[in-house]
């Protein structure tokens, strides 16, 4: 024990111990969209959803974030890596085994030893075996494997708020082309009246039959927009469905019907650059990927030196079975084995380089998934702030054009101008209809976009790694 205990006095840790990376970021985003939106509620971007007020979605969202099978997996892997911490936590103490042994043997009559006797030997007791950690190979492991549990508890909370913007994207979508497909259809009946128009002024002779045919060319063509609408609204039915884990169609009549995108706030809260460091989970994720592979450099250079460990046996050992619970039976042994490497070739060494190449990899993408974090909240504050002004744009437009069907159709009645500008007034009400309903959807979802940039989607809980808190049940 003496041994012992000087041997685990003089242990120490090797390779280096992790620190975080200090990164600069800018004090203010670089979007001039940015002088618009509010910084000072940075906390309320994890309730995007909220900002909607929109029941079915937040059903939508609930069921989402009970059922999705991608979270289902990223929680069976959160149990793995919480298993394999634990199993590294598990070296820290010595592995005590209970033995019942019992075997006989019949020796050789050219034996030169007990010539054809036979032995028999039977054993009772517990062995221990206890690796001491004097270089820290043990303590790096754990740590590594305690970096890799808490970055499965990142990698959660990132499927959750990829799931519920995806979510959010295609409910919209499916309300957009429902929208598009009615604006279609209205169109689809108004061009029928301007078809029979045509027809009624052809056979009053006060028309060609040119003017018929492209009324019919200009039917057909809006027509045909419909179906493409129809399968594009079909798709984002059936990925709600499956991002619920439930079978595509099954949430059909929830949403059929509904034609109004729900409104989407003028302001909104934007978190500071440093914050979307400390709450975009795939930022968390891989600074934890980080420290985990930091460690691993350590437990490559343990392996440079000895390893000592403490062995023993306690219990009752005979030859006769009879024999075995005699107090002369009684037997014991301890050891201290030291193993260490004379001679590989330069293997151990060439293991400690590749975790030091490995790590600076780590690095490299935690770097890279910062800036890229930073683009994508920088692009997603252009996009919402310019689709506003689109949709503006395009709902002038579409007055302007409205009135110009109107206008234009009284002047053919009229006899004051000819049916191909009333084609391109229909034509371009019916582009400029279509374009307005998509842009309306479209600033939604870049709402939803940038909420997600900025690591929407989940309650922060640094007090508790552990906890994968509800995205629905902000903690108090």
Not at 66 to 74: G, P, S
Not at 131 to 150: K, L, P, Q, W, Y
Not at 252 to 262: A, S
Not at 278 to 285: C, L
């Amino acid at each position: 024990m003496a041994i012992v205990l000087a041997i685990a006095a003089s242990a120490c840790t090797l390779g280096p111990d992790y620190e975080r990376p200090e990164l600069t970021v800018p004090d203010i985003w670089q979007a001039k969209a940015a002088e618009t939106v509010d910084d000072e509620q940075g906390g309320v971007v994890q309730a995007w959803w909220e900002t909607l007020d929109d029941p079915a979605l937040m059903r939508l969202l609930k069921r989402a974030e009970q059922a999705n099978l991608d979270l289902e997996i990223a929680v069976a892997r959160i149990r793995e890596a919480r298993a394999s911490w634990r199993i590294s936590k598990s070296d820290w103490y010595p592995e005590i085994d209970g033995r019942l042994e019992g075997n006989a043997q019949e020796l050789a009559k050219n034996s030169p030893v007990l010539p054809g006797e036979t032995i028999e030997q039977y054993s009772v007791g517990v062995g221990l075996s206890w690796e001491i950690d004097v270089f820290g190979r043990i303590r790096r492991t754990v740590e590594s494997a305690n970096a890799a549990f808490e970055a499965t508890i990142e990698d959660y909370r990132d499927v959750l708020v990829v799931l519920l913007a995806d979510v959010g994207a295609n409910y919209i979508d499916a309300i957009t082309l429902q929208m598009r497909i009615e604006l279609a259809q209205a169109n689809v009946e108004k061009q029928r009246e301007s078809l029979q128009l045509t027809r009624d002024r052809f056979d009053a002779g006060l028309t060609s039959a040119l003017d018929v045919a492209q009324a019919e060319s200009n039917l057909a063509s809006t027509e045909s927009r419909i179906p493409v609408l129809e399968i594009r609204l079909a798709a984002a039915l059936n990925r709600i469905a499956v991002l619920l884990g439930e079978n595509p169609g099954s949430v059909d009549d929830e949403i059929l019907g509904k034609t109004r995108i729900p409104a989407p706030p003028q302001e909104i809260a934007v978190a500071i650059p440093a914050n979307v460091l400390r709450q975009r989970p795939d930022i968390r994720r891989a600074e934890r990927g980080l420290a985990s592979q930091t460690a691993l450099i350590g437990v490559a250079k343990a392996d440079l030196y000895p390893r000592f460990s403490l062995s023993g046996f306690f219990g009752l050992a005979t030859g006769t079975f009879g024999d075995l619970l005699d107090g002369d039976s009684l037997t014991w042994s301890v050891g201290l084995p030291v193993i260490g490497n004379i001679f590989d070739g330069g293997g151990r060494r060439g293991q400690v380089q590749v975790q030091e190449a490995r790590t600076q990899q780590a690095l490299s993408s935690y770097e890279l998934t910062v800036l890229s974090a930073l683009e994508e909240v920088e692009n997603a504050l252009v996009s919402y702030a310019q689709e506003w002004v689109r949709r503006d744009t395009l709902s002038r437009a579409v007055d302007a054009s409205r009135r110009s069907v109107d206008l234009v159709r009284t002047q053919y009645m009229t006899g004051l101008t000819n049916f191909q500008n009333v084609l391109d007034s229909e034509r371009s009400l019916t582009d400029q209809q279509d374009s307005l309903a998509e842009s309306q959807g479209f600033v939604v979802n870049n709402l939803i976009t940038l909420y997600r940039a900025l690591g929407g989607g989940w309650y922060p809980d640094p007090g508790n790694e552990e906890t994968f808190t509800s995205a629905f049940e902000p903690l108090p």
